[in-house]
């Protein structure tokens, strides 16, 4: 994870379970990746996420990619939106 994100140098936003970097995979295919926070509320319901979003890609949500674990460690690998954030475009107020 480190490699593809260039040790997490770029990060495109926090979330809430935690914060999203870019990454360029080797085929450079560009993602956005979620590292994960607070391992003991994740941890009983990551691969059901995983599980969830994997088997279904509605044309109007990011595609899981795929996941990572290790340890303590928990992180998933989406499609990147060049138009920014998924919540940008949920939650936006018109000033």
């Known amino acids: ?6 040790n997490f140098n ?3 936003g926090r979330g809430g379970f935690g914060t999203v970097f870019e990454g360029i995979l080797v085929d450079g295919t ?4 979620k590292c994960l926070d607070g391992f003991c509320q994740i941890k009983k319901s990551f ?3 995983v599980k969830t979003i994997g088997n279904t890609y509605p044309f109007n949500l990011v595609r899981l990619i795929g996941f990572c674990t290790e340890k303590f460690h928990r992180f998933l690998v989406y499609e990147y939106m060049s ?3 998924l919540d940008r ?6 000033s």
């Not at 994870?1 to 260039?6: G, K, L, S, V």
């Open 47 to 49: 691969l059901a996420k």
């Open 30 to 33: 560009k993602v956005a990746l």
């Open 10 to 12: 770029k990060e495109l």
């Open 83 to 85: 138009n920014g954030s």
């Open 89 to 94: 475009w949920i939650f936006y107020k018109k």
């Open 1 to 6: 994870m480190r490699a593809i994100t260039d």
